[in-house]
Every structure is written in structure tokens, then in C-alpha cells.
């Protein structure tokens, strides 16, 4: 199956499982994994939705999602060494789900050889779709993405408060409040309304696809201490990702310890 052909997946769940629930959640839809880290029912229904329609289209693939890695974390071990492997997102940005926020979508990536070579990104309530494929670039809905430049240090995004307006006396803008959910902040570097995010996670199912997209335009994503990025990371710092070789190293260079 095509690129183009996949995203439908990626669609077709979303428009079947996910977007009938938003902002219709019951109470006993939502339950937490951990203390502040939720999940819904339709985290859960739309991975087994697409972890069908993946098996089916590629029978002879490993298709593993965050719900079932949550589960079985064994899940993980040697899927760098698959020949061919989806790691899913069903829903990225649940928090933002939960509370009848946009922000929020589905992530895919494909790993062949522990080499990720493709990547989607699906916003079901703005209808944008970025999809990356290794060595022919990153395009948002077919089209090519144009990043724009502004005239100011570095601006960073983190989901911790205590990093929120760290400038390194300068050397950097203040950093600001990510979107919560990587779906939207990979997109923003893409875009150039960020020029780098730090996160102190390393999951595959966040990252893979943003990474690509990222890398694809001619950004990093390493972690603090310049490693690539890829579906054996572990955490070394944290990842930071940037849209270009200079907000990346001016970023890392003057990075707190966290």
C-alpha cells in the first residue's frame, strides 16, 4: 500500500472511532495509567482498528501500539531488529482530547531494519495531514512545506513549567508552553512557529514520525548529548529537536541541567 493509501487508514480511523467521541465522553471513558497520564476508550478502540487494518494490508509486519506497550512492554524488545514494523499512536494529545481541545491526532511510523522510513501525521479537527517519507521530504496535505523565518534568538517549547521562560540570559527566546501533544509540536517546528522543543521522553510512538518529518526538512532531532534520534533511544538528558543546525546547537550549548 502507498503512502496516500495508509493516511486513509489513519483517517478512516479517526473519522470512525476517534471524532465521534470528542467532547461526548462519559466519566467512565476516561481512565488514568498513571497519576495525570489518560487514557479513553477511544485510545484503546481506535489502536485495535488500526492495528487490524495495518495486519491486514501488511500481513507479514509487526504492528505495535502505545496501549499495547503499556500493557506488555515486551512488546518493544527487539522490534529494532524487525524487518518491517508500525508503531502507532492512537491518539496523541489524549489530555487535550479529554478536555474538547483540537490539539490532538494520530501518529504513525514505519520502521524497517530499526531505520524509521516513513511517517503520518493525521489532525482530525483541522483536517491537516503531514506525511514524511525517508529521502523525499515532508509535505503537509500533498504540498510542500515552506518554514519561515523570524528575526530573534531561538524560540523553545517544553511541556515542563520549570523550563517555561528559560532565555539563557539572552541567548535564547523565552521558552514557551508546548501543545502538549507532538502531533501539533512537530508540525510547529515544520512551520517555524517553534525553532526547538526539548521533551525528557523518548517513546517511539511519540517521536518517530515527528522526527523524520523534522530531519526530512533539514532539522535534528538528537538527544542532549547528540545522539540521533531513533527507535533504540534512550534517555540521555532528554530529546531535544530543532528545525536547523544552529537553533539546535545554540539551544544544546546553553540547555539547563534537568
Not at 141 to 161: E, F, M, T, Y
Request: hydrophobic share 40%; proline share 5%.
Amino acid at each position: 500500500m502507498d503512502t496516500d493509501g495508509i493516511l486513509g487508514l489513519l483517517k478512516e480511523t479517526a473519522a470512525e472511532i476517534i471524532t465521534p467521541r470528542f467532547k461526548v465522553l462519559a466519566d467512565d471513558d476516561v481512565n488514568e495509567k498513571k497519576p495525570g497520564d489518560l487514557v479513553t476508550i477511544a485510545d484503546h478502540e481506535s489502536e485495535v482498528h488500526l492495528t487490524r487494518l495495518l495486519k491486514e494490508s501488511f500481513p507479514g509486519a509487526i504492528v505495535v501500539g502505545e496501549e499495547a506497550v503499556f500493557a506488555d512492554p515486551s512488546l518493544l524488545k527487539g522490534l529494532g531488529n524487525a524487518d518491517h514494523a508500525f508503531i502507532i499512536d492512537p491518539i496523541d494529545g489524549t489530555r487535550n482530547f479529554v478536555h474538547g481541545r483540537k490539539e490532538h491526532g494520530v501518529i504513525l511510523a514505519e520502521v524497517r531494519g530499526g531505520v524509521t522510513t516513513r511517517g503520518w501525521i493525521w489532525q482530525p479537527q483541522t483536517s491537516r495531514a503531514y506525511v514524511a517519507e525517508r529521502g523525499a521530504g515532508v509535505r503537509l496535505n500533498g504540498a510542500p512545506i515552506v518554514r519561515q523565518r523570524h528575526d530573534r534568538p531561538p524560540l523553545g517549547a517544553s511541556s515542563k513549567r520549570k523550563l517555561r521562560g528559560f532565555d539563557a540570559d539572552g541567548k535564547l527566546s523565552p521558552v514557551v508552553r508546548s501543545h502538549f501533544a507532538c502531533c501539533f509540536d512537530y508540525p510547529a517546528v515544520l512551520h517555524g512557529d517553534f525553532d526547538f522543543m526539548f521533551y525528557s521522553s523518548l517513546h517511539p510512538w511519540d517521536h518517530l514520525a515527528g522526527s523524520l518529518m523534522v530531519v526530512e526538512s533539514g532539522g535534528i532531532s538528537r538527544t542532549i548529548d547528540g545522539m540521533n534520534y531513533s527507535l533504540t533511544s534512550r534517555s540521555r538528558g532528554g530529546l531535544l529537536v530543532a528545525g536547523d543546525t544552529l537553533s539546535w546547537m545554540a539551544a544544546q550549548q546553553n540547555w539547563p541541567i534537568v
